[in-house]
């Protein structure tokens, strides 16, 4: 036998329900748009409001929470408000079915008091439609003939309905410029949304009815009295409301670096602006700082080759002059981005203010030019490649330690025309490393390989150049096996394979050979001279990385691949020709390129 509870009585169930939506309609306001409500209230208090005023606290307090009870229905150029956004995203637990039911219903209507129907009930009048309704509320005082601006939500199965939102009461004048959007023949709102932001600016620009005890949404809805956004809004307050008491750790820096971009950069600036506005210099200085890291983090981001989907401080420039324009963020968030960009400066690539530097890297660029460009034999190439090595040694060892964490960091992309990696990229990591530089590859906008080289300038100059040699190489010693024994002896339909095997063998002797070299070139350089440059340029490296704020994701490439014996021996032994060493005879032979 089943045993079912009673029902709840309709006073007990409109108080829950009540709750319930109240709690979701606060979540809802982190789906509006921030800057929409604080373009808002700057607005409506443009003229004659003094945040130092006594009630200047009260008044703005009833501003913000007006202006988000607008934003929570602002439908979007989709047609989608805050509200839908929510519900969309999140299901409903069991026993909120009603509680979502009811709140997709939400409606802004004019309402007079009639009188009540018991405790709590109040019995209502709509003025724009003629219907009569009945409202489970306890805190709305019974005044017979009081008119309110207010927003309903039915109780679901009932004819009753419940208050959440602002509740505003109207005298005569705020009541007339209500009125025009009342339709002929008692058919409702024309427009609600124009009618309760007309009946909130009228409000608060020229005052309205007072009723004692009445409540509005800064309480049902938890407002703050000061500034609307606490540390438990976004990781953004959060950032700024810590660095507002002092300064951030390593961790919280980090976190502010990886959400450098666009949205994030805007709304810091936007939101410190209006911590400014509301009179609260501290947070403004919080939110200030963070998005100075953001700018510095965007800078060091161009500069270091990152082809991330980040735009340009330029770009973020025009963002906010265009949201300016169509009055989405005030003129000021304006003035401070470019106050803040004026303040934080990054040298761009290239500006090494080191004569010695600009000759190193002077002379690697022409030795590519005559090697990539110009066209040479293989083993000219892979001498020249060596040269490279030794120049980069020579300058090193030249400097302090002092002198080398002095320089700033580059980065270089090097565009690929594949959409997948092959053979060729299994060098790239030994590339890097014999020239202590770092790397990683992403993909450009069109889904295409890109390969990014970081590290100490001439470095990274130097690894772009060896890069190109081994592209060189590949094509070279590709050729060559398609015309060798191997490659002949294979049926037509293992050539392709033949021909990524022989690649794949080729790519692992280079990068075996190249890790090789580049412990024989440490223990010289140290047996030598008694220095290892080597852990001084990663810990410069490493750190100039660390400010990017890009996080990185490891993929296992341990996987084994199939291939032909015969033409992966091949690739190794075309790998043995790979020669960096000086001194090589000049040998007969194609041109590459």
Not at 121 to 141: E, M, S, V, W
Not at 447 to 472: N, Q, S, W
Request: charged fraction near 30%; charge should be negative; aromatic fraction near 6%.
């Amino acid at each position: 036998m089943t045993i079912h509870a009673p029902p709840l009585p309709l006073a007990e169930r409109a108080r829950r329900l009540r709750q319930a939506v109240t709690e979701l309609a606060l979540e809802a306001l982190a789906f509006s748009p921030r800057a929409k409500v604080e373009t808002t209230v700057r607005g409506w208090l443009s003229k004659g409001f003094d945040p130092t005023d006594p009630d200047g606290e009260a008044v703005l307090a009833r501003a913000l929470a007006l202006a988000a009870d607008l934003a929570m229905v602002l439908p979007s150029t989709s047609g989608s408000t805050a509200i839908d956004r929510l519900l969309r995203q999140r299901r409903p637990e069991p026993g909120d079915e009603d509680a979502y039911e009811t709140l997709r219903e939400i409606r802004f209507r004019l309402l007079r008091i009639k009188g009540e129907d018991g405790a709590g009930i109040l019995l209502l009048d709509d003025i724009a439609n003629g219907t009569k309704l009945r409202l489970y509320d306890d805190a709305l005082p019974t005044m017979p003939g009081l008119t309110l601006a207010m927003r309903l939500c039915p109780i679901p199965g009932s004819d009753a309905f419940i208050a959440v939102s602002a509740v505003t009461p109207l005298d005569d004048a705020t009541l007339a410029v209500a009125l025009p959007f009342i339709r002929p023949g008692g058919k409702g709102l024309s427009n609600p949304h124009r009618c309760a932001e007309t009946i909130y600016r009228h409000v608060l620009r020229h005052g309205g009815l007072e009723v004692p005890g009445l409540t509005d949404i800064s309480d049902r809805l938890g407002q703050s009295s000061e500034f609307p956004y606490g540390p438990e809004d976004s990781d953004i307050d959060a950032l700024a409301f810590a660095w507002a008491e002092a300064e951030l750790g390593d961790d919280d820096l980090a976190l502010a670096r990886r959400m450098a971009d666009s949205d994030n950069l805007i709304e810091a600036v936007s939101t410190g602006a209006f911590a400014r506005h509301c009179g609260r210099d501290d947070l403004a200085d919080g939110y200030g700082k963070l998005a100075s890291v953001m700018i510095e983090t965007l800078q060091r981001r161009a500069r270091s080759g990152w082809g991330g989907r980040a735009p340009s401080l330029d770009a973020i420039a025009a963002e906010i002059g265009r949201k300016v324009a169509t009055g989405e963020l005030p003129p000021v968030v304006r003035e401070l981005f470019d106050e803040l960009r004026r303040q934080v400066r990054v040298l761009p690539a290239g500006s090494h203010g080191d004569a010695d530097l600009d000759r190193l890297i002077q002379r690697i660029q022409a030795l590519r030019a005559k090697t990539v460009d110009q066209g040479c034999t293989e083993q000219e190439a892979l001498a020249a490649a060596e040269k490279v090595a030794e120049l980069l040694d020579r300058y090193g060892l030249s400097l302090s330690e002092l002198d080398l964490r002095r320089q700033a960091c580059e980065g270089v992309g090097i565009e690929t025309t594949r959409r997948r990696t092959g053979p060729i990229d299994e060098c790239t990591p030994s590339v890097a490393a014999f020239f202590d530089c770092r790397t990683w590859i992403e993909k450009n906008p069109a889904g295409l390989l890109r390969h990014v080289f970081f590290g100490l300038p001439a470095d990274v100059e130097a690894a772009h150049y060896l890069y190109d040699l081994i592209e060189i190489t590949f094509a070279t010693e590709t050729d060559r096996f398609k015309a060798g024994a191997v490659y002949a002896e294979l049926h037509s339909s293992e050539r392709r394979g033949g021909t990524n095997s022989f690649q794949v063998g080729l790519g692992h002797g280079i990068a075996r050979k190249l890790h090789t070299l580049r412990e024989e070139r440490e223990a010289a350089m140290v047996r030598s001279t008694g220095r290892d440059l080597v852990p001084i340029k990663a810990s410069v490296v490493d750190e100039e990385l660390n400010r990017l704020g890009i996080k990185f994701t490891v993929k296992d490439r341990r996987a084994g691949r199939t291939v032909l014996t015969d033409a992966y021996e091949a690739g190794h032994e075309a790998a043995d020709r790979f020669d960096i060493h000086p001194g090589l005879h000049r040998r007969g032979g194609r041109k590459t390129r």
